[in-house]
């Protein structure tokens, strides 16, 4: 196999995970957040349905200053409140997030990176 | 080129002459004999057809559900329009990858958005088009109606009406410049409407168009989907390793949209931090979001395109792999 080969078969098994653990994470944690009558008008803008799994993903793994000053900006109607949440999730909820939300990030922005490599022709040699 | 009529009712023989000029010695319907009359929803090739396009037009244009809602799009649109309109889709549909990848980008958004106001006009025109016909009192309403529609297609969407029109030859405007022309089209008592078809392959995107015209704006995700799904099946009935085909485009479709949402997710999360830490006003935060979007949509196209060449490779390993260990 070359490298590029490499690389994508990663990329395919983090996606499958991401996938596994996106299902889990909405079916566990944001259903229940959807029908709390405390968080479900916080859960951020849902650009196509199911971007609020997303938004609570990320409102969950944040560092609390990065969160906090996202929200303080004029376009915090876009991201989920991470006090709240926080305050209405349970310690396996949090840790479900994060794990989700960093493994989606990393592979996914590995993919750009990727991308533009390959678009530079790091993987011709 | 082939030249279609249908009708939404019966018509004989001086009907159709005295509508459209058309004598029925000059049809010819699927089954090949010169019709007296012409049957509702049912496609009929004008002319002769030396070359034989026209009776696989036909042929291809005839199940019901086809030519019931070719008919209907026909006569509410007109039919240059429809012709045009379809091969937008078709268009949309090679592009559609991409933008599914990104599936949460601006850009797919809107496309999604343009196929809907599309469709609302539609529905307004018809409605407008039953009250007319039946003169319901609320003809009027159901006028005004089709107009906001219009006036609302025309305001968010101009570029890509621009697009659609350009291929469009019609003097008097078509429905899509024009509401007062849509209308009346709607209102007159036409109830037939020829195509002119140039091609098989103009033929067939009509043909999908009528079956995607009603979910059209639910999304690009069945279309794009249904594209793999074809190409997987093509391989299958080729005999080919179809298993190969329905990993490598499975994997580049979720891939695709992994990369897609990560760059959405983290270039929103950047443009926020932007906006406390500088004084960008609402203009830089469009052209940041247009950015993103751009960024999004070329690194899921080119995510697509890498796995598409390269997850082959991985399922041909993987199987050595297991075959190996067996």
């Known amino acids: 196999m070359t490298t590029i080969q490499y690389l994508v078969g990663f990329l395919i098994i983090a996606t499958v995970i991401t996938g596994i653990l996106f299902v889990l994470f909405g079916q566990i944690t944001v259903r229940k957040l959807r029908k709390n009558p405390k968080t479900k008008d916080l859960l951020g803008l849902e650009y196509v349905s199911g971007w609020d799994i997303i938004n609570t993903a990320q409102a969950l793994a944040f560092p ?19 006090k709240i949440l926080i305050e209405n999730t349970n310690r396996f909820d949090r840790f479900l997030g994060s794990v989700f939300y960093w493994i989606m990030v990393f592979s996914g922005l590995s993919g750009a990176l990727i991308v533009l490599l390959n678009s530079l022709g790091a993987f011709t040699g | 080129m082939s030249e279609i009529l249908l009708c939404n009712q019966s018509l004989n023989s001086q009907a159709l002459q005295r509508q459209c000029g058309i004598n029925t010695d000059q049809l010819s319907a699927l089954s090949c004999e010169a019709p007296t009359m012409t049957a509702p929803n049912t496609p009929y090739l004008i002319g002769d057809d030396p070359s034989g396009i026209g009776r696989g037009v ?36 090679e592009y559609s990858i991409g933008l ?20 609302d006009y539609q529905a307004a025109l018809m409605e407008y088009r039953q009250a007319a016909r039946s003169g319901s009192p609320l003809k009027i309403a159901k006028k005004q109606q089709a107009h906001a529609a219009f006036r609302k297609m025309q305001s968010q969407f101009r570029n890509e009406l621009d697009v659609v029109n350009s291929q469009v030859r019609a003097r008097r405007g078509t429905p899509l410049t024009s509401a007062e022309r849509a209308t009346n089209i709607a209102r007159s008592s036409r109830n037939a409407a020829k195509l002119n078809v140039t091609s098989q392959v103009q033929a067939n ?29 093509n391989r299958f009935q080729a005999g080919g390793n179809w298993e190969r085909e329905l990993f490598v485009e499975s994997s580049s479709f979720a891939v695709s949209a992994l990369t897609g949402t990560a760059v959405v997710n983290v270039g929103t999360a950047a443009l926020g931090l932007l906006v406390v830490a ?8 469009v052209v940041g979001g247009v950015a ?16 598409k060449n390269n997850s082959g490779g991985v399922y041909d390993s993987i199987m050595k792999w297991i075959s190996g260990v067996l």
């Open chain 1, 64 to 82: 609390g200053f990065l969160s906090k000053k996202l929200e303080k900006s004029p376009l915090s109607f876009m991201y989920a409140n991470s």
């Open chain 2, 292 to 307: 993103v979007a751009g960024t999004a949509a070329a690194a899921s196209i080119g995510m697509n395109s890498v796995v």
């Open chain 2, 278 to 285: 500088t004084p960008i006003g609402w203009v830089g935060l």
């Open chain 2, 205 to 233: 995107n009509l043909v999908k168009f009528s079956q995607h015209a009603k979910f059209l704006g639910n999304g690009l995700a069945v279309i794009d989907f249904g594209g793999r799904v074809g190409s997987i099946h």
């Open chain 2, 58 to 93: 036909l042929g291809q244009f005839a199940p019901a559900h086809v030519a019931r809602e070719l008919t209907n799009l026909s006569l509410s649109f007109g039919g240059d329009n429809v012709v045009a309109l379809a091969e937008i889709n078709a268009k949309l549909k």
């Open chain 2, 100 to 119: 599914m990848g990104a599936s949460t980008s601006v850009y797919a958004h809107r496309i999604g958005g343009f196929a809907g106001s599309v469709k």
